[in-house]
């Protein structure tokens, strides 16, 4: 069975930039979850999807936005992008037993 | 105050210690998880427990759902044991995770 994969691994981008994030979580699996990690700081959520539903949002600026398509893969978008953006970005797929976690994207913005 | 909480913060041991790793939650849960993440790298899922205990090699990790309680142990623990332990638990909902602030664990040789 498949984990939760997460693209890219690393990723660089500029001050101002925007950026897209890709989540595919274990088959069968239709809650994606995610979470931003800053140096220095736990995690924190984001939001998450169900049923291409965003059903939870986190205390973040409108500038972080995600979807969810039919096949249950997420992406999440952080538009205008700001130096105190960067960050590890984690995915998590769940059920109703437990969650699984995906290798995470590290985001520098320069 | 949190609803994860983890203690202690930060843990420094020699080789071979036993090691204790606790977390308390205040909220309902379908399961717990205990993560780890070594410096610059991404998070691996340690356990998932929903009740009881379960071992991994030299790792252990018990829940007492009742106390709302749960502790990872590192039995003969080694320098590449270094690392943050991260307690996250899922929600009764099963829709998001609330996260531990994590323990940063060293082991010196």
């Known amino acids: 069975k498949a984990g939760v994969t997460q693209t890219p691994r690393y990723l660089i981008k500029t001050r101002g930039q925007q950026v897209t994030l890709s989540c595919s979580p274990i088959s069968g699996h239709r809650s994606v979850s995610w979470y931003q990690q800053t140096p220095g700081q736990g995690l924190q959520f984001l939001f998450e999807?169900?049923?291409?539903?965003?059903?939870n949002k986190g205390n973040f600026p409108g500038r972080f936005s995600g979807r969810q398509f039919s096949n249950s893969r997420s992406e999440m978008n952080v538009s205008t992008l700001e130096l105190g953006d960067s960050a590890l970005y984690l995915c998590?797929?769940?059920?109703?037993?437990?969650?699984?976690f995906g290798q995470g994207t590290r985001l520098t913005v320069v | 105050k949190n609803e994860v909480e983890q203690s202690p913060q930060n843990l420094t041991a020699q080789e071979g210690e036993f090691i204790t790793i606790n977390c308390s939650y205040s909220v309902g849960i379908s399961a717990l998880h205990w993560l780890q993440q070594h410096p610059g790298g991404g998070i691996v899922s340690l356990f998932m427990l929903s009740s009881g205990k379960k071992k991994h090699g030299r790792l252990i990790a018990t829940i007492n759902i009742q106390e709302k309680h749960s502790s990872l142990h590192i039995t003969a623990s080694h320098p590449r044991d270094s690392a943050v332990y991260i307690c996250?638990?899922?929600?009764?909902?099963?829709?998001?995770?609330?996260f531990g602030e994590g323990t940063q664990l060293t082991v010196n040789p």
């Open positions: 999807y169900f049923s291409e539903t965003q059903r």
């Open positions: 998590a797929s769940s059920a109703l037993w437990g969650a699984f």
């Open positions: 996250a638990v899922l929600e009764t909902s099963g829709s998001r995770l609330t």
